[in-house]
């Protein structure tokens, strides 16, 4: 079974950035989309980013293109995102989750299609 940590949330005024981490184990298999998804209080969970591993494409929602960046390291199976020009409306709860995935990605999955994810990491977006 994949198990999935996310870290490297927190509180950071508007203007700054963040750098989440996703480690995932209990897979060694290079066929994987590995998303991050977010939820803020009162909302859907929503996909802000996702990257497939085996082409490197990526994903990004409109409101997060141009400030945030996901990337993979497979040797480590670490996926990131970094997240820079923060706004308070990107705060949330962050989740990384993972799906068996060996296409290109054209466009967002929806929630259901991933079949693992993590805790979540806690990002607070002061203004």
């Known amino acids: 079974e994949v198990q999935l940590v996310e870290s490297g949330g927190g509180l950071v005024r508007a203007g700054g950035s963040l750098r989440l981490a996703c480690a995932a184990s209990?897979?060694?298999?290079?066929?994987?989309?590995i998303g991050w998804f977010r939820q803020a209080p009162g909302k859907e969970r929503e996909e802000v980013s996702c990257i497939g591993s085996s082409d490197g494409s990526t994903y990004y929602a409109d409101s997060v293109k141009g400030r945030f960046t996901i990337s993979s390291d497979n040797a480590k199976n670490m996926v990131y995102l970094q997240m820079n020009s923060l706004k308070a409306e990107d705060t949330g709860v962050y989740y990384c989750?993972?799906?068996?995935?060996?296409?290109?990605?054209?466009?967002?999955?929806?929630?259901?299609?991933?079949?693992?994810w993590g805790q979540g990491t806690q990002v607070t977006v002061s203004s």
């Open positions: 989750a993972f799906r068996y995935f060996a296409g290109t990605i054209v466009a967002p999955f929806r929630n259901y299609e991933f079949e693992y």
């Open positions: 209990g897979t060694n298999r290079a066929d994987r989309a």
